[in-house]
């Protein structure tokens, strides 16, 4: 397509004007569209809608929102000083966040442009002469009512526009589930099959009216004390879900790392994603952000490393120990750690190097690193041992990554902390940042599985239904030793320790805490009881740019 200049994108509600710099996309209206073919204008409105969502996901956004606030993951200031950051970071994870946070505020403008560029695109594409618009448009409304469902999600409301001239109508609890719910119904019937996981589909569409479905108790009423779950909301997320179950066109990876691997673009168990293939520029930031700083991944490029980042709290490793117990949780569940690197000294050629994945415990081995440069065995392959902490004077003491991490200084020190690697490491990524390879799920078809056994339990306590789901995504996971085992019961508190266990990482803990009414349960360094902080304070900055429009933007209680 033919590019045209960078564009600043109008923010919803004039609230804010938000400055795109890292993307060269074509932006098309009536007015500039000329030279274009209606082909090539129609597929510039669409490109903007999708292009954003690499940044959104990004390890400081929206995983720090809904990671870093659970018991999932945990960030101290590192050595005393990194990831200070001002304390956000400690303020998340102990629910003390201010509505001056720049993290609140990154996610609050990546999501309102998201929902900016949508209606851009539905005002272009509903002029459209090309035969491709009408889907375009249905794809472009889908994701309006997608990006509204992260606004609730996180900060308790939507907004309702049609065009880009009108001041946003802002819908709160029943209203907001009942606007995104109509239209991603509306879109459905237009919606295609085969153009996902990066584009929203039919099966994308139903994954996330089953998701909305699952949490409306909780958008309807945040603040409740009890969530009450309707059976007709049940109904449907059961009904959903065997829409796409049924569809035979997805399957669950019976590689579990595959699902997050650099090639999991064609994985059939993804079935909405963020196209992340490195030739589109997304982000290693899901690979790079948990690990050691002198984990160093990549022969070819010795400048791609970890930053030290979260680790899992306690009670999260915790809630593997007490299921396996006298099993270490590596060789009963398949989905805690893949082993890549010996642990002992030894020469790999440069084809045959991978880092270990999952949940990353003990000393830690890597590339032997000295002087700029990685060591070699005589034969030429590289070398391969326990890796040492370099940020420290030497001798440098080793990279042992301990159970405890908190924030006392021993608990905040650089190793401190169990790490998770369950991206794979991108083999483009020069930095150990940029060039992402795995695309990053928002939708796949294990938690739909999930979603579905919840709904069965929470309906009619359906435990032979539910247990049938679960126990379909525990045994599927055959490629690696241990294989998945099959539980003989499950109920809700063993549901959600279910999702902790598919699910970690993956953006979804705060949400589920809220749903099954744990968030204010207390784990290590958070104690807070207050039900104000399950969604996030609306930025200052926001409220400060509708100051014109007086009682238009107000606030949530606690903030």
Sequence with gaps: MKKIKKVSLLVFGMLALYSCTNLNEVVLDEYNAAGLTDKQAAEGAIVPVYAFLPNLYRHTIH???????????????????????????LSLHRHETMSTDPNVRDEWVHILTGISRSVTAINALQISKDPAAKLYLAEARGMRAFYNMLMLDAFGLAFSKEDLGDVSTILRGD??????????????????????????????????????????????????????????????????SDKIINSGQYSLSPDYWAIFGNANHDNKELVFAIDQRAELNGHNRMSYFSLANDQRPLP???????????????????????????????????RFYKQNIKTTDECVAEANY?????????????????????????????????????????????????????????????????????????????SGRNFGEADISIVRLADIHLMRAEAKLRKSND???????????????????????????????????????????????????????????????????????????IPQTAIDGASNLPGYLKQNPGY
Aim: contains cysteine; glycine residues 10%.
């Design 175 to 240: 209203k907001a589930v009942e606007y995104i719910k109509s239209e991603l119904l509306a879109v459905e019937p237009v919606l295609e099959t085969g153009v996902g996981p990066g584009r929203l589909t039919k099966a994308g569409a139903w994954g996330i009216l089953a998701r909305l479905h699952l949490n409306a108790a909780a958008y309807r009423d945040i603040y409740a004390a009890q969530y009450t779950f309707k059976p007709e909301d049940m109904d449907k997320v059961i009904e959903y």
């Design 354 to 430: 991978n880092i270990d994945r999952g949940i990353l415990r003990g000393q830690q081995y890597g590339l032997q690193f000295a002087g700029g440069a990685f060591l070699k065995c005589p034969d030429g392959k590289y070398k391969v041992g326990k890796i040492y902490n370099t940020r420290k004077a030497a001798p440098f003491p080793p990279v042992i990554h301990t159970e405890k991490i908190d924030f006392t200084p021993a608990g905040s020190d650089y190793s401190t902390g169990f790490r998770v690697e369950k991206y794979e490491f991108s083999k483009k990524s020069q």
């Design 300 to 334: 070819a490029y010795p400048g791609a490393n970890g930053t030290d980042g979260p680790g899992i709290t306690s009670d999260f490793y915790q809630s593997w120990v007490s299921t396996y117990g006298s099993v270490d949780p590596a060789n009963g569940d398949p």
């Design 63 to 89: 995983f720090a929102l809904n990671e870093i606030s659970t018991d999932e993951a945990i960030l101290p200031y590192r050595g005393g000083t990194d990831w200070g950051d001002n304390g956000i970071y």
């Design 463 to 537: 435990v032979a239904g539910a247990l049938a789901d679960v126990n379909k995504v525990r045994t599927s996971r055959t490629a690696n030793m241990p294989a998945g085992a099959a539980l003989s019961t499950i109920n809700l508190d063993l549901l959600l320790r279910e999702r902790g266990f598919e699910l970690y990482w993956e953006m979804h803990r705060r949400t589920d805490l809220i749903r099954f009414n744990k968030y204010e349960s207390g784990w290590t360094e958070m104690s807070s009881k207050d039900k104000n902080k399950r969604i996030f304070p």
